[in-house]
């Protein structure tokens, strides 16, 4: 290609890219990086942050942290009374979020500190709060005072660093993220197997089936896809429910009711149905590519059925299911919707904490920390594809 026709290409594609760039790439990689930063402390408590920096964490710092603490919490009540910001509320939340009791320590610190008082900065503090002489008060302060942390990436791991700086598992009753990643992966896998257990007979009858009848048959596979996500899930409520009517169904036989909603099975029934399309659909493309002489081949060879299946058919059809496999558990693993509509407390997935964190308790460092957990079990499973299945064009050798 010549230097004229490649330029010309260039330039048709790069309002896409621009748009790409601006509208998809840039906003994600600023919420991910969210997981990584701390912004909220250091401003704050700038001399704090470097009179900890060779502190041991053993026990409470010496007088010239204390001193730092006074100095920085009265320069930020001297800026909150002049611009009106809330950079200390902000600061301690974020501390908060750390160790339980900041939201109201250090405003009530702020407060005491700022009128004057006679002697040492560590007397007063400490009578303030004794919380104050808690390594773990200024461990917090620390582990929140550096441009990029690993405090959000360990709480979305279970785990934490304590006052010297060292990785430990965080207590058993505060264990989450852990079973929460678990869970969604379950909830995907069974749904996949689902899928492909469902998707395999009516793909075939796809493949096979010609003229309009097979017309038909694709387009009701393509149905779910005109709809909306919410819709269906909406859908799933109305038949579900106590007063349903697979309930009312089956009340005429005189069984029931029966809890069909806010369960494990609601969830996995109602993700099946959205997303058996994106099986059945590679698994179309994979059967009708496959030469229908190869079985009848090896049947006239003396191959029994199962034998025909296993060394002839699933092998050419192998492609396709990990397509299919892959397409349907990458999008199970982020489900929000469904789970939060349909599930109960113990069916929720990562999706809905993530969303949990950013809306309702605004707590952006670890819904980007999540979402980074997320973005690395779906890197994961590409990885795991490319692996087994290889990243081949169709037809390749």
């Known amino acids: 290609m010549s230097a004229s026709p490649r330029i010309s290409a260039t330039l048709l594609v790069a309002p896409l890219l621009v748009f790409l760039l601006a509208g998809f790439v840039a906003p994600i990689g600023v919420f991910l990086w969210r997981g990584v930063t701390d912004a909220e402390v250091a401003p704050v408590l700038p001399r704090t942050v470097a009179a900890l920096r060779s502190w041991d964490g053993r026990a409470a710092p010496d007088e010239a942290a204390f001193a730092a603490l006074v100095e920085d919490l009265r320069e930020a ?16 939340a974020r501390l908060n979020a750390d160790r339980p009791g900041f939201r109201g320590l250090l405003p009530m610190t702020a407060r005491r500190v700022d009128a004057p008082f006679d002697g040492p900065a560590r007397a007063a503090v ?9 390594p773990e008060t200024w461990g917090a302060i620390r582990r929140a005072g550096g441009t990029l942390t690993s405090f959000h990436v360990l709480a979305a791991l279970d785990l934490r660093r304590d006052a010297t700086g060292a990785v430990q598992v965080v207590p058993p009753d505060q264990r989450v993220f852990g079973q929460v990643l678990l869970r969604s992966l379950w909830i995907s896998l069974l749904v996949t197997a689902a899928c492909l257990a469902l998707g395999w007979p009516l793909a075939w009858l796809v493949a096979t089936t010609r003229g309009w009848a097979a017309t038909l048959l694709l387009g009701a596979v393509m149905l779910p896809f005109w709809i909306s996500l919410v819709v269906r899930t909406a859908a799933w409520m109305v038949l579900l429910q106590r007063e349903g009517v697979v309930n009312a169904a089956l009340g005429a036989f005189g069984i029931g009711p029966l809890p069909l909603m806010m369960n494990r099975f609601a969830v996995v029934l109602a993700m099946v149905h ?42 050419l059809c192998l492609p396709g299911i990990a397509a299919g496999c892959i ?15 349909l599930g109960g ?12 964190y950013a809306t309702r308790s605004v707590n952006w460092g ?29 037809g390749a050798a």
């Open 327 to 341: 397409l349907v558990f990458i999008q199970a693993l982020g489900f929000y919707v469904t789970p939060a509509l």
């Open 345 to 356: 407390p113990g069916d929720q997935m990562l999706a809905w904490f993530v969303g949990f």
């Open 77 to 92: 009540r001297a800026r909150e009374r002049a611009a009106g910001a809330g950079a200390i509320a902000r600061a301690a």
């Open 366 to 394: 670890l819904a980007a920390a999540l979402s980074l957990l997320l973005l690395a079990a779906v890197g994961v499973c590409v990885a795991l594809y490319g692996r087994l299945a290889g990243f081949r064009r169709p």
């Open 274 to 315: 959205i997303l058996l399309p994106f099986m059945v659909l590679p698994l179309v493309a994979a059967f009708r590519g496959l030469d229908p002489r190869l079985p009848r081949a090896a049947a006239s060879l003396g191959a029994s059925p199962w034998g025909v299946f296993r060394r002839v058919t699933l092998p």
């Open 126 to 134: 400490l009578a303030i709060s004794e919380d104050w002489a808690d």
